[in-house]
């Protein structure tokens, strides 16, 4: 079990929506593997960049994506998967996120934040193909 960050739109499904997708999803990608922690990752490639907290209050809305993604795929037609739902298209993942971030309380733009030395932890443990449940009573 980790302690994450969601949405703090709450939970939905719908394309623009900046809500943490339910229902059961696969990881379809992984990106940044061997990546240093707080390495900034950015359009889905990792930089050389690394996340501090003076480069966090230069930019306090910025949405850091950090060490690992898990990117996320829909496996429910119609709910988390296709057209206007779908988790991949969304670019739903999970993955780190900087100290800033108040865990355990909803702050996202939908995707799912952990803290760093976790997301690593995830990552490895995790192969692609594996199935992840998101139910916002579990």
Not at 28 to 40: H, L, Q, R, S, V
Not at 58 to 68: A, C, G, H, S, V
Not at 100 to 116: A, E, F, T, Y
Request: with cysteine; charged share 20%.
């Amino acid at each position: 079990e980790y302690t994450v960050s969601t949405a703090k739109n709450g939970v939905g499904e719908t394309t623009g929506s900046y809500q943490t997708p339910r229902g059961w999803h696969t990881v379809c990608d992984k990106i940044g593997d061997g990546a240093a922690e707080n390495t900034i990752i950015f359009r889905r490639q990792v930089t050389p960049w690394k996340y501090t907290p003076t480069l966090h209050a230069q930019y306090p809305n910025k949405d850091w994506i950090l060490t690992r993604i898990l990117w996320l795929c829909g496996q429910e037609a119609g709910r988390n998967q296709g057209g206007k739902v779908d988790s991949y298209d969304r670019a739903i993942y999970i993955h780190g996120a900087g100290d800033h971030v108040p865990w355990g309380q909803p702050s996202s733009l939908g995707c799912i934040r952990m803290k760093n030395r976790d997301v690593i932890e995830l990552f490895d443990a995790a192969p692609n193909g594996i199935d992840v449940w998101i139910d916002e009573n579990s």
